[in-house]
């Protein structure tokens, strides 16, 4: 058991790391609004934002910004609840851990980066740590974004109602490696762990399971 939150926390902080060395790459190396095509299907392309996963915007920024907190203490608190009851898979601890350190990446970005970066205009690229000091107060921060996949396009036909003659581009949103965390995290939750889900006690009824064959004579 010991091992297993080894394994969640060695994914949390592995994961928060890497989403944060990515970013201030791209915030330190590329102007905002830069486009660095690697393949025809896959950009570097960054951009800003104030609201949640993929550029939306929901409510304020520091609502947002303390709902992610209280979010991911939630998730911690959760996690470290259950990841002892013994029959509770692996996979499910790990795609908590993958939605715990998405979000904590972003959080990241919310809290600090509006102090410790400056927002020059293009093309210039941000200083870390600058003289004049960074952009915005605490928790005013926005969040990096910089990977866009833009897999394929084509334009409607003419003859097509309301969007005829206009392009589509699949997939339009940008968005970075925390926000990837999520997502994963969350697919793979409704996928293969929808029951733990859905119904929460069933966690409950698992762990007093267990309890109880423990419990039986070896012989029996």
């Known amino acids: ?5 080894t394994i969640v926390a060695i994914i949390i902080i592995v994961t928060v790391i890497l989403d944060q060395i990515l970013k201030i790459w791209v915030k330190t190396s590329f102007y905002l609004g830069e486009d660095m095509p690697i393949f025809s299907w896959f950009h570097l392309l960054f951009i800003e934002n104030n609201g949640m996963a993929f550029g939306m915007t929901i409510g304020s920024k520091l609502a947002l910004t303390l709902f992610r907190i209280a979010a991911v203490s939630l998730l911690i608190w959760y996690i470290v609840k259950i990841y ?28 600090f980066y509006g102090l410790i970066f400056n927002n020059p205009m293009p093309p210039q690229v ?21 990977l866009f996949f833009p897999l ?25 490696f925390a926000d ?26 698992l762990s007093d399971r267990n309890a109880a064959t423990d419990s039986e004579p070896s012989g029996k």
């Not at 058991?1 to 939150?5: A, E, I, K, L, P």
């Not at 990837?180 to 009824?205: D, M, N, Q, T």
Request: glycine share 12%.
């Open 126 to 146: 941000a200083t870390l740590f600058p003289e004049a000091g960074g952009y915005a107060p605490v928790f005013m921060g926005k969040v990096v974004d910089m």
């Open 180 to 205: 990837a965390a999520i997502s994963c995290g969350i697919i793979a939750l409704f996928i293969f762990y929808h029951r733990y889900v859905l119904s929460p006690a069933g966690l409950k009824e």
């Open 1 to 5: 058991m010991r091992s297993r939150g």
């Open 152 to 176: 394929f396009s084509f334009t409607w036909p003419s003859w097509v109602p309301f969007v005829g003659g206009d392009n589509f581009l699949f997939f339009q949103p940008v968005f970075n």
């Open 84 to 111: 002892r009851i013994k029959g509770v898979p692996m996979g499910y601890l790990v795609c908590l851990a993958l939605v715990t350190a998405g979000a904590a990446g972003n959080i990241f970005d919310c809290v």
